[in-house]
């Protein structure tokens, strides 16, 4: 395993490393100059010098407890990616939603010298310290999705864009109802405490304010299935016609659903958040009340691997015409409809 001084060494020569080709959810980092194209499950990836075997690296991986979908994705797309390279060991610490245990798997990911960390907090306010001592120590950390308190407690952050979520699934139904002002739309949020909630609430209320619509009737249904269901049925009961609904997640969705068949509603069309396959597979049937999911990539942590390898590896991106890298790299919410639903499938995840 490298030193942590020898760590320090390469990574200081190298402050101005890659990281902005996470932007791209699928293809991953790209040079200007491919060598070779490989055949997989979902096409031809363009393979770089980047790619070629390097230095041995030692990735730490640290995430909150796999309890329901999208999670679960982001740990199982972490480790594919690094099994595509024969160069990196990833740790994996087990996955935990109290604050305390992941301090200290990150402190022992210190203590060990580890090459990099990539680290998606239960809290990042919370995390913010030891990801700090990480970087004091030489050791680069990729920040994913839930943002530090500190800039300089992350090399790399990569982001969702929660806000862009909501714009996403308000111009899609902007484009199905913008000519009827008197539309009904609802919208059944995760957890109205998170600011990524808010985010979502405030980009779908100004997409919809753009084409002259409003957000009737909202209720909040917690990210879990239960709550899609109980909310959902109280939605339901209380508004007795709606054109469209939006759905914040594709985990609760599961419920949300549920709740719409008991009912035996289907007059309007929902549109979901995330990208499950299970919300893609209800669109391609086009016989479901789902026509359209945002996606929500669960490849961050996947992203975050790639980016943490060319940080150690002293690796550069190609693609930029600036000289290094943004700080921080915001990955596209589409919108997934029948139209390029088989482009996203590979992306899915089961909820």
Same mark, same amino acid.
């Given at each position: +395993? ?16 890659a ?5 791209l959810?699928?293809? %991953?980092c790209?040079?200007?100059?491919p060598?070779e194209?490989?055949?997989? #499950?979902?096409?031809?990836?363009t ?6 075997p ?7 991986f640290?995430?909150? #407890? ?8 982001i740990?199982?797309a972490?480790?594919?990616?690094? &099994?595509?390279?024969? &160069? ?6 087990e996955?935990?939603?109290d ?8 402190e ?6 580890? &090459? #990099? =960390?990539v ?5 990042? #306010?919370?995390?913010t310290?030891v990801?700090?001592? !990480?970087m ?5 950390v ?10 300089? !407690? ?5 982001? %969702? &864009? ?8 308000g ?20 957890? *109205?405490?998170?600011?990524?909630t808010?985010?979502r609430?405030?980009?779908f209320k100004?997409a ?8 009737d ?8 299935v239960?709550?899609?269901?109980e909310q959902?049925?109280?939605l339901l009961?209380?508004?007795?016609? =709606? *054109?469209a ?6 985990d ?9 068949e008991n009912?035996?509603?289907?007059e309007?069309?929902m ?7 299970n +919300? ?5 049937? %086009? ?9 929500y ?5 996947a992203d975050?691997v790639k980016?943490?390898?060319? =940080? !150690?590896?002293n690796?550069?991106?190609g ?7 943004p ?11 029948a139209?390029n ?6 992306v899915?995840?089961?909820?």
């Amino acid at each position: +395993m490298t030193s942590v001084r020898a760590v320090r060494t390469r990574r200081a020569s190298g402050a101005l490393v890659a990281a902005a080709c996470a932007a791209l959810v699928v293809a %991953g980092c790209t040079s200007n100059e491919p060598r070779e194209t490989e055949d997989t #499950a979902t096409g031809p990836v363009t393979v770089t010098e980047n790619d070629e075997p390097g230095d041995e690296v030692v990735i730490g991986f640290s995430a909150p #407890a796999a309890d329901h979908g999208w999670m679960g994705a982001i740990t199982s797309a972490a480790q594919a990616e690094a &099994d595509k390279y024969e &160069d990196v060991t990833l740790q994996v610490a087990e996955g935990t939603n109290d604050v305390n245990v992941q301090i200290s798997q990150v402190e022992g990911f210190i203590n060990e010298g580890v &090459d #990099a =960390i990539v680290l998606l907090p239960f809290d990042g #306010a919370a995390l913010t310290e030891v990801a700090l001592e !990480a970087m004091e120590a030489g050791i680069p950390v990729i920040n994913v999705d839930r943002e530090f308190t500190s800039p300089f !407690a992350a090399r790399t952050t990569v982001l %969702g &864009d929660n806000y862009g979520m909501g714009v996403s699934a308000g111009t899609y139904i902007c484009e199905r109802l913008g000519d009827n002002p008197d539309a009904v739309v609802a919208e059944i949020a995760g957890i *109205d405490s998170l600011p990524l909630t808010q985010d979502r609430s405030d980009g779908f209320k100004d997409a919809l304010d753009d084409c002259g619509l409003d957000v009737d009737a909202r209720v909040a249904a917690d990210f879990t299935v239960e709550g899609g269901e109980e909310q959902t049925a109280n939605l339901l009961s209380a508004e007795p016609q =709606i *054109d469209a609904i939006w759905n914040h997640d594709d985990d609760q969705g599961v419920g949300v659903l549920a709740a719409i068949e008991n009912a035996g509603r289907d007059e309007f069309f929902m549109v979901g958040g995330a990208g499950s396959i299970n +919300m893609m597979e209800e669109i391609q049937s %086009g016989e479901s009340v789902v026509e359209a999911t945002v996606i929500y990539p669960s490849t961050q942590a996947a992203d975050g691997v790639k980016l943490a390898r060319l =940080i !150690a590896q002293n690796k550069t991106v190609g693609d930029l015409a600036s000289i290094g890298v943004p700080r921080t790299v915001q990955l596209h919410a589409p919108v997934v409809t029948a139209d390029n639903v088989e482009e996203y499938l590979s992306v899915g995840f089961e909820s």
